[in-house]
């Protein structure tokens, strides 16, 4: 006699190949925003069992990024696809698969970059910190503060250039950028404006050119 | 002047005998067994969502619930009329001094207050997740489209005579209007072939596309997570379905008048 056996979750291998995202959409009549979501549920059980010490390691990255994709374009309001990307898949301990994450975190970002900024920040500290990648944090952070026009951009992310620059021992260019930075009068808030200055004055006189006194 | 003397009286009164119908035929349990299911299951769902919960639950939770509803007025007027027809109701009610309008649009009537009413018991529990102008805008949405699978359903049974059939039809209307959008972008997308074949597909579809209502566009649980649509947008949406909904009873009229009863 068969006993009905618990149901286990899909393995890695079984994840198909991503439909086209127009196909997606019709199969959602019109309901895109419980679909995507619904879609993202059933995603994130791939390769996820008890018995698997590192969730998604063997995912086809490539199949995964396409229906990611899919997903995000059946319902581009929704932050589910990018939110998985950048804080699930895009930790996987393999680089290229982390990589292949935080790629399409990037081009998810640049389709709308004023509500998707904190998606590419994340993604440029886990290329600076995880991958020890600092020129692709560097992109990144670069994007974030040259695409973003949010208002409510925090100066952390709108700054995140500049420190990638310093780790990256380019003293010149950050030095260079967080003038500019001043100089446009981008920075509003005093306190923040006096902590900036005085790290300006820390960079020059690391990168061995006299503080000449003036006021930026 | 009584206002209940604008409404016919045989009218009303078929009506009334349409309401009571499903009352004693157990819509309100099932109608209640659907909320208690889809609250239950979209509760569940979001259980394993790791963000959006509640856009989760709320979209789901609206998604079947309207699915729900349709299913439930069709059934309904399908079953209600076919058993009138193997009982001989309509010989009956047509001997009485009854003009076949009256008989049609009173039944038309009692079915639409009850698509009205399980619109209402459904929108209720969304309060929990969504404001209540995105909640007001769906409730309104889900009773004029209930209003036109009500009509579509009447037509469909009067003309075909038969359960399954009918029930078969109408749902294959209900889902090709509300996936007709994205077939026509589909055929007429940058993948879609440059030959004939395709082009007469497109243009098959763009036919299809003509005569049904934009279903995709009415009721949607988008307005629950992101806000309510503009009173111009709702106002169109509301407007095609009531359209049609004339069409159908329209339709339904033609084909009654002509039976040979």
Sequence with gaps: MTIARPARAPAAEELPPPPRPAILRAAALGETAAFARLAMVHLQAFDLSSDNATPYRNLDYARLVGWLRAIRDVDPRSDYALLSAARIYAENPDPARSRMALAFVHESFLQDPDRRWPWLAHAALLAKHRLRDLPLARRYAADIARLSRDSNLPDWARQLEVFVLEDMNELDAARVLLGAMLAAGKIRDPAERRFLEHHLRDLESRSGIADKGEKR | ?261
Excluded at chain 2, 46 to 69: C, D, K, N
Excluded at chain 2, 77 to 90: I, M, N, Q
Excluded at chain 2, 179 to 204: K, N, T, V
């Design chain 2, 1 to 261: 002047m009584h206002p209940k003397a604008h409404l016919p009286g045989p009218m009303r009164m078929l009506a009334q005998a349409t309401l009571l119908e499903a009352r004693r035929g157990g819509l309100p349990l099932l109608a209640a067994a659907c909320i208690a299911g889809t609250i239950g299951l979209a509760a569940f769902v979001s259980q394993v969502a790791i963000t959006e919960s509640v856009p989760l639950q709320a979209s789901l939770a609206a998604a079947l619930l309207r699915v729900g509803a349709a299913f439930l007025v069709a059934a309904h007027v399908v079953t209600s009329v076919a058993r009138e027809a193997a009982d001989k109701g309509f010989e009956l009610a047509l001997s009485l001094p009854l003009s076949r309008t009256q008989f049609y649009l009173g039944r038309l009537l009692g079915h639409a207050v009850a698509g009205t009413a399980i619109a209402t018991a459904f929108a209720l529990p969304l309060l929990a997740w969504a404001p209540p102008d995105a909640v007001a805008a769906w409730w309104l949405s889900l009773a004029f489209e209930t209003l036109l699978v009500a009509s579509l359903s009447l037509f469909l049974v009067f003309t075909l005579a038969h359960v399954v059939p009918a029930l078969a039809a109408t749902a294959g209307f209900y889902v090709l209007a509300r996936g007709i959008a994205s077939i026509q972008a589909i055929a007429s997308g940058p993948l879609a072939d440059d030959g004939f074949a395709s082009r007469a597909a497109q243009w098959a579809v763009d036919g299809v596309a003509l005569l049904l209502p934009r279903l995709d566009v009415a009721t949607r649980s988008d307005w629950l997570v992101y806000g309510a649509p503009g009173a111009t947008e709702l106002g169109r949406v509301l407007a095609s379905l009531a359209l049609y909904a004339a069409l159908a009873s329209a339709a339904g009229l033609v084909d009654f008048h002509r039976r040979n009863l």
